[in-house]
């Protein structure tokens, strides 16, 4: 399968020579500006993009700053520390390259003190980025606790850029120049809020990023595939390691999150040597509930980001919660192979099963394409059936489509389903192709707007034609221009 995946050459990412110029020939014919075809097949057949985590103390600015990086209000704003949000990963543009974000706020401080909480979460992030903005308010000046950040972000390695934020004028920059005595570099001037300075700030930005994630998955013949086992805490996730193992690898506790730090194990499995990470929410304290609902959101997402394989582990024993779809959710935002495992099968009786059956229809009806296994983590039951289904979903992940099949298929869609007529006017597919893999990702070229009713039912022919077990598909959608149509 991986042959047929990166036959083609570089230049035309997964489409080869004779495919990509074949794909450019349909859409000079449909009357597409050629430029902005390729710039559409190259935004959506990158691989794994790029993290930038956003790090500092609390309070200085950090979600301000990610709005302004994304262009748009999506991280929650406060004038508080100990702000909690549900997801911490965004994608973000800049000079025509995309990353993703991963932003850092603050929240409750812990018994520890405000400098254990903030080197938690900056250590958290920093793990899976490969480069880093430290965000300091410029008016306060460097702090013992941007001192502390400091000590971790020169252990850790990364590429750091010196963010002096609230810089609202020329008066600041005096402020600014005094954070050169914190040893990372130029301060960048930076007004968050009114976007003083975030340019110059991203350019460098860009610079420090890498093309491509230092991750490349499955490069390395014959190398571990990384599986995150991921799921609310107490849910069995360290149990399940362990038993996978055949010993105890990691400390199993009732009170939920006894795990602190992501545990990585090689373990054989059907002949085949998998990387899981075990990636359990940390230690839980009343006061702190919000804080460490963050942690092991950060933590979760941290996991995933680097994982090919998302094991989303539900406690079959209590009703799918809230909690149970988010992490589901964030395993496919971030684009990853995904299994559902039912833990705790053992216990349930026949009224539990039937309540059980009746919650996976209602709540989880968006990845009914997700292979699902019921174990046992405690005693073991049906833990064979995991690696088929983790090799399932791979092969799903991996898998793609020649442009001339995928285009015979459209057609027949466009014909025996067309789409409703609008407003007078009915679009229609005019031909697409698949620019990427891990997970597959299609760009379809259109005549009109497609509603998002319309591009579910694509999704769902997509899937009952070539499979897609076990994987998320990205469909992006672009409308032709009426000053280029021809005839």
């Keep these: 399968m991986n042959d047929q995946i990166h036959s083609g050459g570089d230049e035309h990412g997964e ?15 449909e009357g597409f500006d050629l430029t902005e075809v390729e710039g559409d097949l190259a935004a959506a057949g990158h691989g794994p993009l790029p993290v930038l985590a956003v790090v500092g103390r609390p309070n200085v600015g950090k979600s301000t700053l990610v709005n302004r990086i994304l262009g748009r209000r999506e991280a929650v704003v406060e004038d508080r520390p100990g702000v909690t949000r549900d997801r911490v990963t965004y994608e973000a ?64 390695g990364k590429p750091v850029v010196l963010c002096a934020n609230k810089v609202d004028g020329p008066s600041g920059e005096a402020d600014a120049a005094m954070l050169w005595s914190l040893g990372l570099g130029e301060p960048y001037p930076v007004s968050a809020l009114h976007g003083r300075g975030t340019g110059d700030m ?32 107490n849910v069995g996730k360290s149990s399940l390691l362990n038993k996978v193992a055949g010993e105890e690898r990691v400390v199993v506790n009732e009170v939920a999150g006894t795990t602190r ?46 994982a090919e394989v998302a094991v989303v582990l539900i406690d079959a024993s209590e009703s799918i919660s809230v909690q149970d779809q988010r992490i589901i ?17 053992d216990t349930l009786d026949e009224e539990r099963r039937y309540y059980l059956e009746r919650e996976i229809e209602t709540e989880l009806v968006q990845i009914q394409w997700a292979p699902r296994v019921n174990v046992s983590a405690r005693t073991g039951r049906h833990m064979e059936k995991l690696v088929p289904a983790i090799e399932t979903a791979l092969a799903g992940w991996e898998t793609r489509v020649p442009t001339g099949r995928l285009n015979s298929f459209l057609g027949e869609i466009v014909a025996s389903h ?70």
């Excluded at 860009?206 to 799921?231: D, K, M, N, S, Y």
């Design 202 to 233: 991203l350019d460098a930005v860009l610079e420090a990023l890498p093309e491509a994630p230092a991750q490349t998955f499955g490069a390395t013949v014959g190398g571990p595939r990384r599986i995150a086992l991921i799921g609310r805490p």
């Design 261 to 306: 730090d992501p545990v990585d194990e090689m373990i054989q499995l059907g002949g085949i040597t998998w990387k899981f990470v075990d990636t359990a929410g940390i230690r839980r304290r009343v006061h702190l509930q919000e804080g460490a609902d963050y942690y092991a959101s950060l933590r979760t997402a941290a996991a995933v980001e680097k």
């Design 93 to 156: 543009e800049w000079s025509g390259r995309r990353f993703k974000v991963v932003d850092t706020g603050g929240w409750e401080q812990d018994v520890l003190g405000i400098d254990a909480s903030v080197a938690a979460q900056a250590e958290f992030a920093i793990e899976a980025a490969d480069a880093v903005v430290f965000v300091v308010d410029a008016t306060v000046g460097a702090t013992d606790t941007d001192e502390a950040v400091v000590k971790l972000l020169r252990r850790a």
């Design 329 to 345: 959710t964030m395993a496919v935002e971030a684009g990853r192979a995904l299994v559902i495992a039912y833990n705790k099968w």
């Design 15 to 29: 489409l080869g020579d004779a495919e990509y110029a074949e794909f450019m020939e349909l859409a000079a014919q």
């Design 418 to 487: 067309p789409h409703p007529i609008r407003g007078g006017k009915q679009p229609r597919i005019l031909f697409g192709t698949q620019a990427g893999t891990r997970p597959p990702r299609f760009v379809l070229f259109a005549s009109g707007f497609l509603e998002a009713g319309y591009r579910r039912f694509i999704e769902r022919r997509l899937r009952e034609e070539f499979g897609f077990e076990g994987t998320p598909l990205q469909i992006s959608v672009r409308v032709r221009e009426k000053r280029g149509r021809k005839r």
